[in-house]
C-alpha cells in the first residue's frame, strides 16, 4: 500500500562518540505523587561534560516508576494520579496483598509507566519540549527513598 | 528457586561504537489517530550513515505519543484508539480542563505509551519485526505540528 | 516557581564507549503470562566483554512486550497479569477479531506496555534492583516462539 511522505527530516548532523559518564541521584519521595527531576538531570548532563548523545534514565524500583509529562499546571498531575488511581484501585481483585492496600497498585502503575527512558542531549541541554518535565512518581502511599541511575552517552564538550 | 533456561540465546557480534547521527523529525498530525513514521526513520537511519547500533526517537510533547504495533490490519489502530479512549474518556473525573476535553485524556494517554523509545539497527537496517511499524499517535482531536528527535548511535558503514 | 532541591547526585564516573555487543534471544513462551529473562540478559551481558554502559532489549513482536517487576512473590505476577485482562477484556469493543478473541486484546496489553527498554550495566552486572527481574510477557493464549534482540552498549573489559 503506498502511502505519502508523513513528515520533514531535518539536516542530519554527525559526531563521535566518546564519552559514558554515570551517577546515582537519591531522591526521598513524600508518598503517592510526582517528584519534579528534571532540575537534577540536567544538572548532570552539565557536570558530566557531555554535549551530543542521550542522557538514560533508569529507576531501580518495582513500586513507582519514571513519566515524562507536562510541567505547566500542576492540575494535570493530580489528573494523572487520579486515572491511576482508576486503573489500579485498592479494593480491585489482587491477591498480592500482603505489603497492604496500596502495594499492588503500585506495581500496576509501575508496569503501566515504566522504570527505563531516554532523553536526547544537544549542546549540553536536555532537549526537552516546551511543556515537559521529568517525573519520578511515587506509587505508595509514604514517603520512600528512591534510586536513579543516570548515564549520557556521547560526545565530549570541547 | 531454581528455574529453567528461558530462552537460547546466539552468539555475540562485536563492534566499535564510532557514530551518533541526529535529525528532527517534524510530522503534521490529522488529529488523533496513528501516523506511520516507519519509512521516515528507516530513511533516517539509511541517510545517517549507520551500520549497528541503536535508533533512538523520542517526542518532543505531552499529549501525544510513540508507539510500535501492528503494521498490517488498519482494524488493529481503531481498536487501540478505543482502548484508549476507553483507559481515559473525556469525561472522566478530570479538573485540567481549560484547554478542552480532548486535553486532560490525551496526558492521560501520552503517559500509558510514552514518548522516548529505541529500535535495534542490524547492517543499517531496522531491525523491527515482521508486523512491527513505528507510529506517532496523535491524543487531541486537532491536528497538530509534531516534532521528533531522531539519533543513530552505533558504527559507521565503510 | 521556586522548587526545592528534590535529591542527592552522587559523583559521576566518566569512560569511554568502545563496544556494541548484540545477539538475539529466542524465548519459546508457554501462553499467557510472565517468562522470567533477567538471567539470559545477564549471562550475555557476562559473554559480551561489557564493563560499563547499557543494556538494551528489544522485542520483535506486537503482542507481547517486556516489563521490569518484581521478582519476589509469583502473586504479583498473577495480580499484574489479571490487571492487564481487567484493562484489555476478551469481550471489549474490539473489531480485529480475526486472529480470535486473545488477539486484540494482547496488542493493547503489548501497547501499554512496550517492547523498547535498557537497564544500565555497573562493572559487567546488570544494575537492577534488589527486586527488579526482566520479564518476557506474552499476550496471547497459546504458546509462541518470540525473538529478543539484545545489546551491550559501553566500556570493554580490561
Known sequence: MERAVAGRLSAIERI???LIATAELTVQTQGEGFTDITREAASFVEQSGGRDGHLFVYLRHTSASLIIQENADPDVQT????????????????????????????????????????????????????????????HRSKPHRREIVLQFVGSKRA
Request: proline share 8%.
Open 79 to 138: 489528573d494523572l494520579t487520579t486515572a491511576l488511581r482508576l486503573f489500579a484501585p485498592a479494593d480491585g481483585p489482587w491477591i498480592h496483598t500482603v505489603e497492604g492496600p496500596d502495594d499492588m497498585p503500585a506495581h500496576i502503575k509501575g508496569m503501566l509507566t515504566g522504570v527505563s527512558l531516554h532523553i536526547p542531549v544537544r549542546a549540553g541541554v536536555l532537549a526537552l519540549g516546551t511543556w515537559q518535565g521529568l517525573y519520578l512518581v511515587e
Open 16 to 18: 563521535s562518540t566518546e
